[in-house]
């Protein structure tokens, strides 16, 4: 049985270099560590004072868990809309279909 591919990515988060080993193409590794990098830069430009590091990851982590969370609340809202418009639909059409 052959090893699933993984790839190899050297990338920079937060000025610090990291090794990244997975599945998926290189190309998203790195945006996903680019974007990261980038959360945890808008932590620390915002904060009043410098911050520990790994207090800017927690917060940047937050953050992002926050984006995570509310797309999937508004994921969750437009299947619902859409089971409605979908359940109305196949009513109005039954209705149609019986007369």
């Given at each position: ?16 270099s990291y090794t990244i080993k997975g599945k998926a193409d ?74």
């Open positions: 049985m052959n090893a699933p591919d993984n790839n190899t990515v050297q990338v920079t988060i937060y000025g610090k290189s190309s998203y590794i790195t945006g996903v560590a680019n974007y990261v990098d980038m959360k945890m830069r808008e932590v620390d430009d915002g904060a009043n004072s410098t911050q520990e590091e790994g207090k800017v990851a927690i917060l940047a982590g937050m953050n992002i868990t926050d984006e995570l969370f509310s797309s999937r609340q508004d994921k969750d809202k437009l299947e619902n809309r859409f089971d409605e418009r979908l359940q109305a639909l196949t009513e109005l059409i039954d209705e149609t279909l019986s007369t």
